[in-house]
T-cell receptor, first 114, second 115 residues
Framework: ETGVTQSPTHLIKTRGQQVTLRCSSQSGHNTVSWYQQALGQGPQFIFQ???????GRGNFPPRFSGLQFPNYSSELNVNALELDDSALYLC?????????????FGPGTRLTVT | DAKTTQPPSMDCAEGRAANLPCNHSTISGNEYVYWYRQIHSQGPQYIIHGLKNNETNEMASLIITEDRKSSTLILPHATLRDTAVYYC????????????????FGKGTKLSVIP
């Protein structure tokens, strides 16, 4: 069973630029969630995709957007980067099960905005 | 979302049981209690979850009080590799039948296992 993978592992961008982060979900999982984790804080929910449609969104501005593809992999796009966007971005995949729908996280992408 | 309260840090001697408490007094009837942990600079790792009955798996045990207002995660024989931040989370459903939910993380409990 292949786990959740994310790319790239590290990224440095300049304020105002755009960035795309990628996530491959665990085999058999159809739901992908994205989280932002600032230093010293718990992860904060950005949004979730289920069967290629956004299925819930946290308190993040529209410049955070995403996609899910037919193979359930996903992208997170951030436009007009700000210094406060520097964080660890985590992707989690989940499937449907009798109870729980537990989420499995990837290792994250460390984004630094200068 | 139901809020959770956890102590910011705890120490545990290696080989002893680690008991991590969590208060979730506003939990509603269909919300589950989840535990995740995050080892430094890695993604969170699912540990266990439960609704109202006590649960056990190969990693840990989860004890939920009868009124469901609090729970305890038990690592029966803590090792140095269990040093991590442990998050207690109450799950919210977005859409029934869609198999989806948001995890609301707090700051968790930093568990240090001491040799």
């Amino acid at each position: 069973e292949t786990g959740v993978t994310q790319s790239p592992t590290h990224l440095i961008k300049t304020r105002g630029q755009q960035v795309t982060l990628r996530c491959s979900s665990q085999s058999g999982h159809n739901t992908v969630s994205w989280y932002q984790q600032a230093l010293g804080q718990g992860p904060q929910f950005i949004f979730q995709y289920y069967r290629e449609e956004e299925n819930g969104r946290g308190n993040f501005p529209p410049r955070f957007s995403g996609l899910q593809f037919p193979n359930y992999s996903s992208e997170l796009n951030v436009n007009a980067l700000e210094l406060d966007d520097s964080a660890l971005y985590l992707c989690a995949s989940s499937g449907t099960s009798g109870r729980g729908y537990e989420q499995y996280f990837g290792p994250g992408t460390r984004l630094t905005v200068t | 979302d139901a809020k959770t309260t956890q102590p910011p840090s705890m120490d545990c001697a290696e080989g002893r049981a680690a008991n991590l408490p969590c208060n979730h007094s506003t939990i509603s009837g269909n919300e589950y209690v989840y535990w995740y942990r995050q080892i430094h600079s890695q993604g969170p790792q699912y540990i266990i979850h439960g609704l109202k009955n006590n649960e056990t798996n190969e990693m840990a045990s989860l004890i939920i009080t009868e009124d469901r207002k609090s729970s305890t995660l038990i690592l029966p024989h803590a090792t140095l590799r269990d040093t991590a931040v442990y998050y207690c989370i109450v799950r919210v459903f977005y859409h029934s039948g869609a198999g989806s939910y948001q995890l609301t993380f707090g700051k968790g409990t930093k568990l240090s296992v001491i040799p």
